[in-house]
Nanobody, 122 residues
Framework: QLQASGGGVVQAGGFLRLSCAAS????????LGWFRQALGKEREFVTA????????LYANSVKGRFTISRDSAENTVYLQMNSLKPKDTAVYYC?????????????????WGQGTQVTVSS
């Protein structure tokens, strides 16, 4: 089970920190990722972190602004979002996959959190 939290409303240029806590039945997690889905658009890859080694991947649109990190002891992944832009507005979802090589593809994820809304006003 994945529980996402930390969304909210922020002005452009501001920051937010999302959390994704994993609990319950475990499986061979290879990576934890964040995706986002804006109104009327498809779910898109944002970033992912390999579990447990810590390698990361970022979408070009968030490189240099977003940082993914993990707390292995707490089974929690964080998404620090800085310099937010209105186009970052979306529902953000965390997911877990057992196939790192497909980490950019939402269809390859085994579990999803419930989503948390991020709204960036101009």
């Amino acid at each position: 089970q994945l529980q996402a939290s930390g969304g909210g409303v922020v002005q452009a240029g501001g920051f937010l920190r999302l959390s994704c806590a994993a609990s319950g039945r475990s499986f061979n997690i290879d990576g934890l990722g964040w995706f986002r889905q804006a109104l009327g658009k498809e779910r898109e890859f944002v970033t992912a972190i390999m579990w447990p080694f810590g390698s990361t991947l970022y979408a070009n649109s968030v490189k240099g602004r977003f940082t993914i990190s993990r707390d292995s002891a707490e089974n929690t992944v964080y998404l620090q979002m800085n310099s937010l832009k209105p186009k970052d507005t979306a529902v953000y979802y965390c997911g877990a996959t057992d196939r790192w090589r497909f980490v950019r593809f939402s269809s390859k994820y085994n579990y999803w959190g419930q989503g948390t809304q991020v709204t960036v006003s101009s």
